[in-house]
């Protein structure tokens, strides 16, 4: 079972784990810009950079998806999508308060595909039901080859260790 830790008490994570060397499920996520489906995972001929966040509504997430748009800007082939279970209105609202341009901001509250097929949903604490923050990147051919779990979910992630991991 894999866990986290909200501010130091470990959580669990449900789902179905993916690790590196894994396919990268395909899932259908729906875009903060119109309510449109997005598919993130699987092979799609790019590098895909998946973030994966609590809520876009506390600092840490807030700060994590504006740094994320700062380093992508530059990426070439790649796709860098931001999950979350925030509402897509209120996902779009950040975006466009904050200038967030380079990222597809998608939610993942329909039916929570996403967080049990990545294995990223938080169980028994107060935190129970939404995601923890994680990244994984993927291969043009849909293979996972880099995966973070942040440790405590309170801090960051390792950006330059995610942003090596697709240039």
Do not use: H, W
């Amino acid at each position: 079972m894999a866990t986290t830790k909200f501010k130091g008490t470990d959580v669990e994570l449900l789902g179905n784990e993916v690790n590196v060397g894994d396919k990268a499920p395909a899932v259908t996520v729906v875009n903060s810009d119109g309510l449109g489906d997005v598919v993130v995972g699987g092979a799609n001929g790019k590098k895909q950079l998946i973030i994966v966040v609590p809520s876009l509504d506390t600092g840490v997430c807030a700060t994590e998806t504006r740094n994320f748009n700062q380093k992508v800007s530059g990426l070439n082939g790649v796709t860098a999508t931001i999950v979350s279970l925030d509402l897509p209105f209120a996902s779009g609202r950040f975006c466009q308060a904050e200038g967030i341009n380079d990222l597809v901001v998608t939610s993942d509250f329909r039916n929570k595909d996403f967080a049990n097929a990545y294995g990223v949903l938080l169980g028994g604490s107060v935190l129970a039901g939404v995601t923890c923050r994680a990244i994984f990147a993927v291969n043009e051919e849909g293979v996972v080859t880099y995966k973070e779990i942040v440790p405590e979910i309170t801090e960051e992630p390792n950006y330059d260790a995610a942003i090596a991991a697709v240039s």
